[in-house]
């Protein structure tokens, strides 16, 4: 640890720790006093153990803490905070200025977006990098550690997809949930067979994607040339989920596809909640 710059000051209005940016004051009871000289301060800088027993204690009591030695309580105290996950989903579709961060998350106040990755940058599960290719621009992206946490999210995400019921009214559908939604129910090595690209409009939204192997890209935006297009209307939950059937899309008044309709099918097959 470096040399610390915080002071603790002893005198007749009690204990005073100092630092750059705060001053933390505990009063001195009446009998102690007499054991203090009248006009003195007992100023020192603080031993590094020391301020490792007050970081410690201050952590504590400025964020919810478990009190269990248990790895599912760390990982709940390093990204489980409110909006703690839904910005390592927002992440995990890759890196985002702090803006584009804010607008994916739009209840989400700019304070507390702040407060979160500071958190999580102290957790080394995020990092701020700046742009070798844009002036004075820093876009925030997972650390390897934080990218580990790709896997528990999409598992995380069909288990709470399998409750869903229709949105609310308030509700918002992003195209960072869009897209790890595809991601997430994907059915990887089941369907290893499928090579395919597709393009998917949900309302105002568009992304792509690419299946071959048993794995998936998803990304942001159009591809005019993919071998499959879809609209899917109200039948997009029944899509990733895999209860969706094919004759029964083609017949829906609002599912619209184009492209090879034989892939329609292998499209289905592709996507599960289990």
Same mark, same amino acid.
């Given at each position: =640890?470096?040399?610390?710059?915080?002071?603790?000051?002893?005198?007749?209005?009690?204990?005073?720790?100092?630092?750059?940016? %705060?001053?933390?004051? *505990?009063?001195?009871?009446?009998?102690? !006093?007499?054991?203090?000289?009248?006009?003195?301060?007992?100023?020192?800088?603080? !031993?590094?153990?020391?301020?490792?027993?007050?970081?410690?204690?201050?952590?504590?009591?400025? $964020?919810?803490?478990?009190? &269990?030695?248990?790895?599912?309580?760390?990982?709940?105290? =390093?990204?489980?905070?409110?909006?703690?996950?839904?910005?390592?989903? !927002?992440?995990?579709?890759?890196?985002?200025? /702090?803006?584009? #961060?804010?607008?994916?998350?739009?209840?989400?106040?700019?304070?507390?977006?702040? *407060?979160?990755?500071?958190?999580?940058?102290?957790?080394?599960?995020? &990092?701020?990098?700046?742009?070798?290719?844009?002036?004075?621009?820093? $876009?925030?992206?997972?650390?390897?550690?934080?990218?580990?946490?790709?896997?528990?999210?999409?598992?995380?995400?069909?288990?709470? +997809?399998?409750? #869903?019921?229709?949105?609310?009214? !308030?509700?918002? /559908?992003?195209?960072?949930?869009?897209? =790890?939604?595809?991601?997430?129910?994907?059915?990887?090595?089941?369907? +290893?067979?499928?090579?395919?690209?597709? &393009?998917?409009?949900?309302?105002? =939204?568009?992304?792509?994607?690419?299946? +071959?192997?048993?794995?998936?890209?998803?990304?942001?935006?159009?591809?005019?040339?993919?071998?499959?297009?879809?609209?899917?209307?109200?039948?997009?939950?029944?899509?990733?989920?895999?209860?969706?059937? +094919?004759?029964?899309?083609?017949?829906?008044?609002? /599912?619209?596809?184009?492209?090879?309709?034989?892939?329609?099918?292998? %499209?289905? $097959?592709?996507?599960? /909640?289990?």
């Amino acid at each position: =640890m470096t040399e610390s710059k915080w002071k603790l000051v002893v005198d007749r209005q009690g204990v005073t720790i100092t630092g750059d940016k %705060f001053q933390l004051t *505990a009063a001195t009871g009446g009998a102690g !006093d007499a054991d203090l000289l009248d006009g003195q301060a007992d100023v020192a800088m603080m !031993d590094p153990a020391a301020i490792d027993g007050i970081i410690s204690e201050l952590q504590h009591l400025n $964020r919810r803490t478990y009190g &269990q030695y248990c790895g599912l309580s760390n990982a709940a105290e =390093m990204v489980g905070e409110r909006w703690g996950m839904l910005i390592i989903r !927002d992440l995990l579709v890759g890196p985002k200025r /702090f803006g584009e #961060l804010s607008e994916g998350l739009p209840l989400l106040s700019p304070d507390i977006l702040s *407060a979160r990755l500071k958190e999580m940058q102290h957790f080394g599960v995020v &990092q701020a990098v700046a742009s070798t290719t844009e002036e004075s621009v820093v $876009r925030y992206e997972l650390t390897d550690y934080g990218q580990e946490l790709d896997e528990v999210m999409r598992a995380f995400g069909r288990w709470g +997809a399998r409750s #869903l019921s229709a949105p609310r009214p !308030d509700e918002v /559908f992003t195209v960072n949930g869009l897209v =790890m939604s595809l991601r997430s129910c994907f059915r990887g090595d089941a369907v +290893a067979d499928v090579a395919m690209s597709f &393009q998917m409009t949900v309302g105002d =939204m568009v992304v792509c994607g690419v299946m +071959a192997g048993g794995q998936i890209t998803v990304n942001d935006g159009p591809m005019p040339e993919a071998q499959l297009c879809m609209e899917p209307g109200e039948h997009y939950k029944a899509i990733v989920s895999g209860m969706a059937c +094919a004759d029964d899309l083609r017949a829906a008044q609002d /599912f619209h596809h184009s492209g090879d309709d034989a892939l329609l099918e292998d %499209f289905l $097959r592709c996507f599960s /909640f289990d």
